[in-house]
């Protein structure tokens, strides 16, 4: 389909930013006056030059913010069109230049005397700031000389070479075969691997996983090396600036306590017995003698029919998060009705979805709607993420309205789970709650166990190399083979591919990130159980958290929507949701 076929209601309101593109233009001309941030250089002890520079900062980064995401959605629309790939490249250098003009101001506020910056952190003038300064007062044990700084700075590039290394080999090296499919010969991608795995074909399957995996296997020594040089830099920089651990380093960043991770690891570790009992029990579904890890993602509730269109689905979804209340279901309504969402799939737009937004606009999602009930669940995934960010950025300022990654996943993932618990209360059809049974089984195995397991294996990756000990090609190899044997359980052939599987995995280029998707779905479970039982008062907690964007830590702010994450407790609920629901579905199953 053409864009301009699409019925303007389908296409997001990007005139909301900008009207017309020549009053983006005119925008970006003021932007490229970059302000000379550097003129506050050795002034940030004096309260009223560093409230001046504050502010002046928050004016100029609205500016840059709302001129990239309005590029970014244009851009989007259709990669084709040269005017927006223009305005698209444009920000880049510009957002260079910002960096490198105030680049000066985290090292001066690290030298500026505990006594002064707890002064600036409780003056009402420095609200919108004070958390910004605690974090400041907070990092000062992991500061460095200003000479260390500009050579960290220097080997930028250094240290993301290991990534840009990776992502070139993962998208252009990997020497992916051919392979029948459909009654064609095709070339096996990264994306028809994964439609593959999901088909009910058990001998396709077992051919696109050997061959995928003998593809990555081909460049195991380099892959390794690779990843062994993105640990090393890790430790690097975590002894530079003066960590115990890169662990540390990364929760540091997040302002995260070390025992969250913790208790995601000992709860998983703990409760693995429900884990192993899935896996046996989609051995005996699907009838195998043997199951191979080609088997883990083979549907094993077929025949579903739930087809909407569009509206339908927009209109099922704002019934379906009736818990939330009457205001976020209005929200839900506002969005569909200001064109907040761009939703047809059509020639050069890009694909999959997401949330994006800038301060003082409403915020924008981006669909390539088809009627399956996966695409009616990220309707609901995203606008989870619109409405916390729509919340956040209504309720603080601009200094406090981005909310860390740590709890990005929390709102979407509570729409998705509110909305599996409302469908499966209307289902009618056994199969339809077989089938919503197993995708939610699936969700948590994929979000809390798998990303649980990926972080023990990177924890341990780490702590070798932080010992000083070999980490090597084989090492690895046989520490993620036990890690994955210990997860997945004996009624699962565990052949040499999967031994390697950690070589493929792009997010492990971002240390410590996966972490957070099991701890997002760890707190959605909770607060959506809570909600489902306490009713408006736990709406009214979560709309709290939602609102908090990072006034203080992400932490912190869970603990309003009454999950707190220092304890087991919310880890070993999420727990038993997934045995209680196993439990369920094997007694529709009849095992």
Wanted: some cysteine; hydrophobic content about 35%; glycine content about 4%.
């Amino acid at each position: 389909m053409d864009r301009k076929d699409v019925k303007i209601e389908r296409k997001w309101k990007v005139e909301d930013i900008y009207a017309t593109d020549e009053l983006w233009e005119q925008d970006f001309i003021k932007a490229q006056n970059v302000p000379k941030f550097s003129k506050y250089a050795g002034k940030l002890g004096n309260k009223e030059q560093l409230l001046k520079f504050l502010r002046e900062d928050d004016e100029y980064s609205v500016l840059i913010e709302r001129l990239a995401i309005y590029a970014h959605l244009r851009h989007d629309e259709n990669i084709a069109v040269p005017l927006h790939a223009a305005q698209y490249s444009k920000m880049f250098p510009l957002f260079s230049q910002y960096s490198t003009e105030r680049a000066f101001f985290e090292p001066e506020m690290a030298k500026l005397s505990d006594e002064y910056l707890n002064s600036v952190a409780a003056d009402p003038d420095f609200f919108d700031y004070d958390y910004i300064i605690k974090r400041v007062i907070k990092g000062k044990a992991h500061t460095i000389s200003e000479a260390e700084e500009k050579i960290i700075g220097m080997s930028y590039e250094v240290f993301n070479t290991f990534s840009d290394t990776f992502a070139m080999i993962d998208n252009l090296d990997v020497p992916l075969p051919e392979i029948e499919y459909e009654g064609k010969t095709v070339k096996l991608s990264h994306g028809l691997y994964g439609i593959i795995l999901h088909s009910p074909n058990k001998e396709k399957r077992k051919e696109a996983y050997d061959k995928y995996y003998a593809a990555y296997g081909s460049l195991l020594n380099t892959l390794a090396s690779t990843y062994i040089g993105n640990v090393k830099s890790d430790v690097l920089l975590s002894r530079v600036y003066k960590f115990n651990s890169c662990l540390e380093r990364a929760l540091f960043d997040e302002d995260v306590d070390k025992c969250v991770y913790d208790n995601l690891l000992k709860a998983v570790d703990d409760n693995l017995a429900s884990m192993h009992r899935y896996i046996a029990d989609r051995k005996k579904i699907l009838g195998y003698e043997k199951q191979y890890f080609s088997d883990v993602y083979a549907p094993l509730v077929e025949g579903v029919d739930f087809k909407l269109s569009y509206d339908e689905a927009y209109a099922y979804v704002i019934k379906g998060l009736g818990a939330l209340g009457k205001d976020y279901q209005a929200l839900l309504k506002k969005a569909y009705d200001e064109r907040w969402l761009d939703v047809e799939e059509t020639e050069g737009k890009r694909n999959g979805a997401y949330s994006a937004s800038c301060y003082g606009v409403h915020p924008y999602v981006l669909l390539n709607y088809h009627p399956t009930i996966s695409e009616v669940f990220t309707i609901a995934h995203e606008m989870g993420h619109s409405i916390h960010t729509y919340y956040s950025q209504k309720y603080q300022p601009f200094a406090k309205s981005q909310y860390k990654i740590f709890v990005a996943e929390v709102a979407s993932t509570v729409n998705e789970v509110l909305l599996l618990k409302y469908m499966l209360g209307e289902a009618k059809d056994t199969n339809l709650k077989k089938y919503l049974l197993n995708y939610y089984l699936d969700t948590i195995r994929a979000t809390l166990h798998r990303q649980t397991m990926f972080a023990e294996f990177e924890a341990e990756a780490h702590s070798v190399a932080e010992r000083g000990e070999p980490l090597t090609k084989d090492a690895m190899c046989e520490m993620y083979a036990k890690i994955g044997k210990k997860y997945y359980g004996d009624q699962i052939e565990h052949d040499n591919n999967i031994s390697f599987e950690w070589a493929r995995i792009p997010h492990f280029y971002n240390s410590f990130y996966v972490y957070k998707y099991a701890t997002g779905i760890t707190a959605a479970i909770n607060i959506a159980k809570r909600i489902l039982k306490c009713g408006e008062s736990a709406v009214k907690d979560y709309i709290k958290f939602l609102s908090g964007g990072s006034s203080t830590d992400p932490v912190s702010l869970l603990k309003l929507a009454g999950v707190d994450l220092t304890k087991a407790e919310p880890f070993e609920i999420a727990m038993r949701e997934f045995d209680e629901t196993l439990s369920e579905f094997e007694k529709l199953m009849g095992i």
